[in-house]
Each structure stands twice: as C-alpha cells, then as structure tokens.
Nanobody, 122 residues
Framework: VQLQASGGGLVRPGGSLRLSCTAS????????IGWFRQAPGKEREGISC???????LYANSVKGRFAISRDNAKNTLYLQMNSLKPDDTATYYC?????????????????WGQGTLVTVSS
C-alpha cells in the first residue's frame, strides 16, 4: 500500500492550491482517506477525510475554504484549498484508515503518504 502526495508549493495569502494523493496497492474506496497537516513545532492534525461511502469531514480551521474529493477511477484523492492563510503553512500528508473518526487520533492511522509542503506567504 502506497500513498503519493503532490501539489504543494508557495502561494500568496488568499490564493489557492490543489493537492493530489495517488493510492496504489488498494482502491481508494476500500478505506476512509484524507489529509493531515503538521506545522513546525505543532502536532499533526487531521483536517479532512472522505469515508468509504463518500461522506466528508472537515476541521473547523478549514471548513468552508477547503474541499476534499475522490476520483475512484483514478484512485486519486484531492484537496482543493482556497482562501489560503499564513496559518495554513504546513507539511500536508495524505492518509488512509478504516474510519474518518480515526482522524482525531493520528496515532491510530494505518497508512501514510509522504508529505508535501505548503507555504503561504507574501
């Protein structure tokens, strides 16, 4: 099982980015799949998840600005990030596990991708 994240970069405040995560070794609807982020000096936090049935979950910090989606045909997960703020600066990780309820507990997550760095700065 592998998760490969991409799409990070430098963006100005108010700008947008779209992250992608390609899954291999399983189909993306076998698991809940989503995103965590970790800023320097802070704990890793779950920010969004999409369940096996397509239900979505967002942290309050990103609700209304970020949108998660999944293309099962491409086995790819996306995170559209709009209205980005400097506080969104972090390394973003895609992850997979049985349930979106696990997103409150990073230590419970079974599968991790490598991170992709998002920097929001003017």
């Amino acid at each position: 099982v592998q998760l490969q994240a991409s799409g990070g970069g430098l963006v100005r405040p108010g700008g947008s980015l779209r992250l992608s995560c390609t899954a291999s070794g399983f189909t993306s609807d076998d698991y809940a799949i989503g995103w965590f982020r970790q800023a320097p000096g802070k704990e890793r936090e779950g920010i969004s998840c999409i369940s096996k049935t397509g239900s979505t979950l967002y942290a309050n910090s990103v609700k209304g600005r970020f949108a998660i989606s999944r293309d099962n045909a491409k086995n790819t997960l996306y995170l559209q990030m709009n209205s980005l703020k400097p506080d969104d600066t972090a390394t973003y990780y895609c992850a997979a596990d049985d349930h979106c309820s696990d997103w409150a507990h990073p230590n419970w997550i079974t599968y991790w991708g490598q991170g992709t760095l998002v920097t929001v700065s003017s």
